[in-house]
C-alpha cells in the first residue's frame, strides 16, 4: 500500500473511532467522571411529557456509588417562576454500566425543561464530582401523540 493511502485510512480509522467511541473518550478526560445523556419529549408515551436520561461512570476507576436525579420542571406562567413537577433519584453501586430514570407527568399545554444531575461519591463517601445538566424548553400541545417527521397533521381530502 502507498504511504499515501496507508496515511489516509489511518485518518479514517482515528475519525470513526472518535465518533463512535467519543463519548467514551469524552468521559474519561473531562473532570466529570459520569457520562449523562439526557432526553426530554412530549408524545413519546401518548399524552404525557418525559424527562429521561441514563447515566454511566466508566470514567471513575474506583469503587463508589453515583447518585442520580431527574427533575421535570413546569412553567407556571402566572407566577412567572418555574415548579417541580416531577423527580426521580436514585443511588446505583455499579459504576460500570448504563443506568437509566426517566419522570412523566401528564402532557397539558405548558413550557417544560428538565435537570439532570449526577452526584459521584468515591468508597469512603467523599464527593468526587457532580455532573449537572439542563435541557429545554419544550412547549407541548395537546394531544402529546408524537410522530417521526413533525407535528401530526391533517389527512389530505
Not at 61 to 66: A, P, Y
Amino acid at each position: 500500500m502507498a504511504p499515501s493511502r496507508r496515511i489516509l485510512w489511518m485518518g479514517v480509522a482515528v475519525l470513526a473511532a472518535a465518533l463512535v467511541g467519543g463519548h467514551r473518550i469524552a468521559a474519561t478526560a473531562s473532570p466529570y467522571k459520569c457520562y449523562v445523556s439526557d432526553s426530554l419529549y412530549d408524545g413519546l408515551v401518548p399524552g404525557k411529557v418525559q424527562a429521561a436520561g441514563s447515566v454511566d461512570c466508566s470514567g471513575y476507576g474506583g469503587r463508589g456509588s453515583v447518585r442520580f436525579t431527574v427533575r421535570l420542571q413546569q412553567y407556571d406562567a402566572q407566577a412567572k417562576k418555574w415548579k417541580d413537577v416531577k423527580s426521580k433519584s436514585r443511588r446505583y453501586r455499579t459504576l460500570r454500566a448504563h443506568h437509566g430514570l426517566a419522570a412523566l407527568t401528564p402532557c397539558v399545554v405548558a413550557e417544560f425543561r428538565a435537570s439532570y444531575t449526577a452526584e459521584l461519591k468515591n468508597a469512603a463517601g467523599a464527593r468526587v464530582s457532580t455532573n449537572v445538566q439542563k435541557l429545554g424548553p419544550l412547549k407541548a400541545h395537546v394531544p402529546c401523540i408524537f410522530s417521526i417527521g413533525g407535528a401530526p397533521t391533517a389527512p389530505a381530502l
